[in-house]
Structure formats: structure tokens, C-alpha cells
């Protein structure tokens, strides 16, 4: 293969206008980058009249070229290292091209032994500017060794500006476009999250959609825990559990910077410093990954990454994407979690609530919570089972309507808890169907903060049974009294009654006529006498009869 | 004829007793004292001893199981103007012949000391 067809410099113009025009119209056919590259790679080495045409496009992240499209090359000299020497590729970085004339004679080895292996013998590399800026590389390589005029570099440097233009406009459209439907997935996923204060939800809501809308193999959301400052793994879609399981990531460089707040995106993660786990990424399958903080009111509290199967150099907007939802969830993570604190709280005050419902109700006497204006706030099971009332009947009466039929009560002693704020306790007599009754009514204040009396606890004890026993006590210290005193003059009285009534019958015995009939009425009424001390001794219980001038006496 | 210890904290009621047995033929030692009462049987022979139950000092079961101690033999009548289960359970397991309650009519009083000396009663009866 020789130069571009030489002629006159007519013909030679026409010629360059005829390639540049099918150039342009290829390029203008298509306005996805990839086929711009493909279409300019494929149709050139015919146009132009050379063997092979490689572009590279520049990664910003690693200031690499990575191949974009090829043609008329094997994957073994494309998967080369070093795409050339570093001069070579340090001019065509700075704007300028270079032309090698024969790659035999090329210092870089490796090049040199790769192209020699392709049969490739010249190659002109053409910088690909957009804006002054180069964002590529065009190559343009022939089997046969030959020189490349100045007017094929200018042409071809025309030709390399104008695939520029082609790619950066299709990118940028493509750009947008991806823009555009991560802004309407940015929305699906805040409508989602926004539906629902579940946690679970919310953390799978944003692995699943995040992942999907990023075309990526595996997602996960790993979250700080306050107390230990470690990241807990939360969330995961699409990874084993091998690989999630391979240790702490906190360490890792890529962790720290996503935890300082700035998005991390790797595109090569088995040559990157920044991961330590490659041998795990490399069994997962994973190439690249983006990691990004996820922030709740400017607070980092966890980090999200994306990870991919593919060599990927994450776009602006896919990282902006991947932030905008990172910080949609994060403000969806701390209201859930907020709800759930509240759950839980709300949860523990409602079993408070019930637990001390329960002791109230286990307390045997009458309780009452009565507020300021004097109305029924609680009351325990013992009262509402005494009185035969609900719950909802009572609650909110008014403490007098209350005892309405108890009229012989007063209530002074509820007005005294409320206006000094002192313990207050009354014990009031009431008859029943079934006899007396007594009832002690404590009434203590709740006071609040401000010193004042907010509640009055009443506690209303049956003192019935109570006072019924010390009744009981009282008549039995009686009785036994009676009986001791009855038991007492029996004793003293029996031996001077033995006594007399010895002598009397002796007496009688002995004297005969004169004061026999006598001493007969003392013996008579000494023995009525015996009888009553016999009584006496005998007693165990007594009843009593009238006396005179209303007095009682007990009966013998 | 017996020899009869007679102890009551109350003077007549000692005298009327010994008065009664003193008719019936008896030598009546009358006592207000228990520590006389006990000196006294320790000295010479008792057949019969009378005996309150409520004394100054002691009781009269106490002295009973003095004098049993020293007499065994010794008949007994234990007299009380206040019978109780106890006293009564405890005077006849020390082996008095009876208990009765004050006061006591005087023929009953002779009959109960008749029927004690022959030997006659019925041990361990009760006469509350």
C-alpha cells in the first residue's frame, strides 16, 4: 500500500473533499459515540487507503487512553499494555501528531515486538481535540512502511477533529439523554421511598433500583453504627454471600474517601490501591466500582457501591445520579429510622402503660387519678368492680357526680390536696345493706414541675373488716375480764364461805331448840351463796340484763 | 384414828376443817404455811393431807408432790375454789384421792375423808 493516490492538486483536493464529505456523513448518520467510533474505525483504512484504524479515548480518572473501537487489528495487539512509546503518547496528549515511519525502529520494546508480531510497520497517531482539549487518540496504521505527507497529517488531523466533534456531541447527547432518565429515576425512586417509613423497605428499595438504573451486577448500603463508629452491611442486591462476607471494608481507601463525602469511582478494581479485597472482586467478577456517601442533614451516616462487571469510567451524571439518590435515601433512612426509634419508644411506653395498669389493677384497694378540674383521669379494676362501672363511664366525670350517692361523704379533703399540695386523709362511717361500713380515703398530689398540684391520686381502703376485728378484740379482752373477775371472787369467796358455812352446820349440830331456825336461814343462804361462786367459776361466756337506772349487769 | 395434815392459806377455813375431823376422832395439824406444813411431815407420820390448791408460796399440787415424796402412801383431798382442767389433771396423777371445790358441805367433807382412810375411793376420780 503507498501513499493517499497522489494527482494534481485539483484532483488531490477533490479527493480530501470527497473523504471528508463521506466522513462527515457517516458520522453525522449516528448519534451514539460508540458508533460513531465504530463507523469512522471501520470506513477509513478503505477512504484513507491504509490497513488498520484504532480510536482511544481519554479516561480522566486514570489519564489513560482506553480503547473505544477497532478495526483490522487482533485482540492480542490491541490487549497490549502500552498503546506506545511515552513520548509518543505525551505529544499526542499535548495536541500535536506523531508519525512513525517504521515501527522497527521504535526505542519502546514492547510496541515495537507487538506491532512487529501485527506486520505493522508505520502508524500516525492523531490527537482527538474537542475545544482545545484533547479527549482521544486516533490511529492510523499500515502494513507496508511508509511516510505521511504533511498534507495527509493536516487531513487526517481534520479528520481526527471532526470524529472530535462527533463523539464528544454524541457523548454529550447520550449524556443527557441518560441524564434525563436518571432524573426520572431519581423520582421513581423518592415517590418510593417517600410511600413508606419501613427501613427494610427503604435500604432494598435503593440497592434494587439503584443497581438496575445503573446497569451494575451488585449494590450495597453499609451504614455507620453510631455507638461503634463500624459500618454495618445493611442492603444487598445481586452479590454472594461469600463475597459480602469477606471482612470490613472500613479500611479500605476507597471507604474513607466515600466517608469523607466524596464519591469514589474505580474503574479497574483489581489494579486499584484504593481495594483491598481484590482476589474476592476478582472471584465476584467485579471490574469497577462507585462508591458514594450516603448523607443525612449534611452527616455522612453510611456509604452506598456500585459495583460492575465491566472495565467502567463512570460518567458525571452516573455519579451524580448515584449521589442524588444516596442523599434521597439517606434522608429517607433517617426518617425511618427516626420512625422506628418512635415505634420502639412508643411501643415501650405503651408496655410501661400496660405494666403499670397491672399493678394498679393487682392492688386490692380502690384507686383513683383525679386531674385539676377535679375529673376522674384513671381508675384501677378494684374500684370500677366495687362500683359495677366501665372504664368509659367513669374516666372524665366529675369526682362528685361520681360519689353522688354517697352523700353522706364530703370532699373537703380533695380541695385541701389540691390547694396546699399536702397529703390529705379522711376516714368516714357509712351504712350499708349489710351494716356499717368504714372507709379510708387518702388522697396524695402529683405535683409537676412548676410546683404545682397537676393530679390527686385517692386511695379508698375498706377499713370494715379491720375495724370489725378490733371490735371483736375488744368484746373478747372484755369477756375475759369478766371471766378472770368471776373466776377471781369465786376463788377469794369459796374459802371464807367454806368458813362460815362449816361453822354454821357445826352449829346447827351441836345446838339443839333456841336458834336452830336461825342458823337453818344462815346455812340456806350461805349454800344460795355457793352456788352463785360455783357459777362464777364455771363461767365462759355471759349475757347481761337490766338493772336499775339503765344500767346492765351480767346475768348469773 | 388418823393422823391429818390440814394446809389453807385462809385460818378459818384450816380451823372449820379441823374442827369437823377433830369431831370424827381424828388429830388434826392444821397449817397457813407451806414450809410448816413440810417440816412438819418431815418430822412425823401423815395418813391424810388436806390441802388448797391456791396457797401463799406454792401451790397446793407443788405441796402435794412434796409430801408424797416423803409419804408415799400419804392419802389426799385437794380442795379449790376455783377448779380448773389443769390443776385437777395434775393433782390426780400425783395420786390424790379427790378434788373437790369449796366450799364443801360438812358431810360430804367427812364422807370423802372417811372413804380416802379405808382406801375405798376410787383412784383418780374427779369431783369438780
Known sequence: MGQLKQGSGDTQDRRYLEVFRQVTRMISMVRDPQQVMENIVHNLPELMEIDACTIRLLDQATGTFVLGAAAGLSPEYLARPDVDARETMDMVASGQPVATIDVAESAHLPFREAALREGVQSVLTLPIAFQDRVIGIMRLLTRSKRAFTEQEISFSLVLAEQAGIAISNGGMLKQLERQVNFLGEVQVISRLLGSTLDLDVVLQTIVERLSAGMRAQGCTIRLLTPQTNRLELVASVGLSREYLQRGEVVDEKNTIRALQGEPVAISNVLEDDRVIYKNHMEREGIKSLLAVPIKAKDEVIGIIRILAREHRSFSRAEINFSMAVAEVGGAAIANARTYRKITLLFNHIEEQEVFLANILDCISHQLLVIDRNRRVAMANRAFLQIRGKKESEVLGMDYGRLHHSENCWDYGHLDQVLSTGQMATVVREVVEEDGPHWYERTATPMINEAGETEFVIEIIRDLTAQRRLEQESIERSKLEGIIEMAGAVAHEISSPLFAALGSAQLLEVDRHGQGLEEIGMIIRNLKAISKLTAKMAEMTGYSSRAYVGGRRIVSL | ?128
Request: charged content about 30%; overall charge negative.
Open chain 2, 1 to 128: 384414828m388418823a393422823e391429818i395434815l390440814v394446809l389453807d392459806d385462809v385460818l378459818d377455813a384450816a380451823v372449820l376443817i379441823e374442827k369437823i375431823l377433830a369431831k370424827k376422832g381424828h388429830k388434826v395439824h392444821t397449817f397457813t404455811e407451806e414450809e410448816e406444813a413440810l417440816a412438819f411431815a418431815g418430822s412425823a407420820a401423815v395418813e391424810l393431807a388436806v390441802l388448797d390448791i391456791k396457797l401463799q408460796k406454792m401451790s397446793g399440787v407443788q405441796v402435794l408432790a412434796r409430801l408424797k415424796e416423803i409419804h408415799p402412801e400419804m392419802h389426799a383431798i385437794m380442795l379449790t375454789g376455783f377448779p380448773t382442767v389443769e390443776t385437777a389433771r395434775e393433782a390426780i396423777s400425783l395420786g390424790a384421792d379427790e378434788y373437790c371445790v369449796k366450799p364443801i358441805d360438812r358431810q360430804e367433807l367427812e364422807d370423802k375423808v372417811e372413804r380416802a382412810l379405808k382406801g375405798k375411793n376410787r383412784k383418780g376420780a374427779l369431783n369438780i
